[in-house]
T-cell receptor
Framework: DAGVIQSPRHEVTEMGQEVTLRCKPI?????LFWYRQTMMRGLELLIY????????DSGMPEDRFSAKMPNASFSTLKIQPSEPRDSAVYFC??????????FGQGTRLTVV | GNSVTQMEGPVTLSEEAFLTINCTYT??????LFWYVQYPGEGLQLLLK?????DKGSNKGFEATYRKETTSFHLEKGSVQVSDSAVYFC?????????????FGPGTRLSVLP
């Protein structure tokens, strides 16, 4: 298995633009997580899904952020409109029930 | 709620020194405990885990023992190498109510000098 695949690896965009981050979880994993990592705040859980259903989105910072999982093999995290303070590394992770999470390589987002 | 506390560092050691990174947790029930490692520019990788009290997880010379009585899961290595320089995260998963919510500590940056 290729592991959790995220795209793009790097994204530079202008303030106000829409940004879409993509994630392909490991096949057969029931859970999918989106995290954000910054120097100031560390690793923050934004949202997680179980069997494609959002379970807890309390970590989503504001309405500009949205996440979808239309099927078991694909998820997106969208920021619209983007702001400079959204600059961070965004990680997607997947895992089977009650075991460890497997992380992707992350997307480094820079909003200028 | 669940939480994980770990020494934030940075920790700087000389090669072949002994390493301890402390981790304590607060959780209801009986969580699984993990140590993840993040090398520069990469995602987090599972280093080791323990799923019940007194279990010892080990990998690549690192080990940690699940201590329920002290709610701790300290990471140790007898002789560190320069290649161990990374950020180490302690984490727990409660898995209650059919859900799964990983809680991560703030991470401890380790620098090993030759």
């Amino acid at each position: 298995d290729a592991g959790v695949i995220q795209s793009p690896r790097h994204e530079v965009t202008e303030m106000g633009q829409e940004v879409t981050l993509r994630c392909k979880p490991i096949s057969g994993h029931d859970y999918l997580f989106w995290y954000r990592q910054t120097m100031m705040r560390g690793l923050e859980l934004l949202i997680y899904f179980n069997n494609n259903v959002p379970i807890d989105d309390s970590g989503m910072p504001e309405d500009r952020f949205s996440a979808k999982m239309p099927n078991a093999s694909f998820s997106t995290l969208k920021i619209q409109p983007s702001e400079p303070r959204d600059s961070a590394v965004y990680f997607c992770a997947s895992g089977p029930l009650n075991t460890e999470a497997f992380f992707g390589q992350g997307t480094r987002l820079t909003v200028v | 709620g669940n939480s994980v506390t770990q020494m934030e560092g940075p920790v700087t050691l000389s090669e072949e020194a002994f390493l301890t990174i402390n981790c304590t947790y607060t959780a209801t029930g009986y969580p699984s405990l993990f140590w993840y490692v993040q090398y520069p520019g990469e995602g987090l990788q599972l280093l080791l885990k323990a799923t019940k009290a007194d279990d010892k997880g080990s990998n690549k010379g690192f080990e940690a023992t699940y201590r329920k009585e002290t709610t701790s899961f300290h990471l140790e290595k007898g002789s560190v190498q320069v290649s161990d320089s990374a950020v180490y995260f302690c984490a727990l998963s409660d898995g209650l109510m059919g859900g799964q919510n990983f809680v991560f500590g703030p991470g401890t940056r380790l620098s090993v000098l030759p």
